[in-house]
T-cell receptor
Framework: KQEVTQIPAALSVPEGENLVLNCSFTDSAIYNLQWFRQDPGKGLTSLLLIQSSQREQTSGRLNASLDKSSGRSTLYIAASQPGDSATYLC???????????FGKGTKLTVNP | NAGVMQNPRHLVRRRGQEARLRCSPMKGHSHVYWYRQLPEEGLKFMVY????????ESGMPKERFSAEFPKEGPSILRIQQVVRGDSAAYFCASSLNQYDIQYFGAGTRLSVL
């Protein structure tokens, strides 16, 4: 059974700091991993999708890496801004199927 | 190209009533997924549908919950005889192909009084 853990559960940083969010999963037989952002009371915005054949994916100030063998992914946010404040979710498909298993998220607060 | 549309955004029901949540996938997408986010919990998969077919309903509670995705019109998640424990945010996602990126709607927040 796939389980996804995100550490830390919450993180508060000053504006401009670089930071790393962690995601680990128990079943390494995945074909991709997806990072989402969720703002309070809002839906999910897909940030990055990493295919299992990729090691990392970049979009602007965001960089996500994937190490399937160790069951880990990291989301790196450079030069954080107050607008980055949100909950970041990591999700992987389970058992070769299409249904996603989510971590509980990391709640990020970037202070001006 | 509109995203995944869910309505209503907020729904209030009294215990014992029925709740109907609607989801219109992105244009051209025929794969729909429903997830539930209970307070202080992560999102949990409920059901996966393609047009007129339920593909995987392994996450659906055995009673009171049903889902459909008719040939025409939106996907519907129906909860009969709601209880307080059904209060949650219900998210719909759609994808172009089975293993493609899932795009999420803004969710329907159900409150059961």
């Amino acid at each position: 059974k796939q389980e996804v853990t995100q550490i830390p559960a919450a993180l508060s940083v000053p504006e401009g700091e670089n930071l790393v969010l962690n995601c680990s999963f128990t079943d390494s037989a995945i074909y991709n991993l997806q990072w989402f952002r969720q703002d309070p009371g809002k839906g999910l915005t897909s940030l990055l999708l990493i295919q299992s054949s990729q090691r990392e994916q970049t979009s602007g100030r965001l960089n996500a890496s994937l190490d399937k063998s160790s069951g880990r992914s990291t989301l790196y946010i450079a030069a954080s801004q107050p607008g980055d404040s949100a909950t970041y979710l990591c999700a992987v498909p389970t058992g070769g199927s299409e249904k996603l298993v989510f971590g509980k998220g990391t709640k990020l607060t970037v202070n001006p | 190209n509109a995203g995944v549309m869910q309505n209503p955004r907020h729904l209030v029901r009294r215990r014992g009533q029925e709740a109907r949540l609607r989801c219109s996938p992105m244009k051209g997408h025929s794969h729909v997924y429903w997830y539930r986010q209970l307070p202080e919990e992560g999102l949990k998969f409920m059901v996966y549908l393609q047009k007129e077919n339920i593909i995987d309903e392994s996450g659906m509670p055995k009673e009171r919950f049903s889902a459909e995705f008719p040939k025409e019109g939106p996907s519907i998640l129906r909860i009969q005889q709601v209880v307080r424990g059904d209060s949650a945010a219900y998210f719909c996602a759609s994808s172009l192909n089975q293993y493609d990126i899932q795009y999420f709607g803004a969710g329907t927040r159900l409150s059961v009084l």
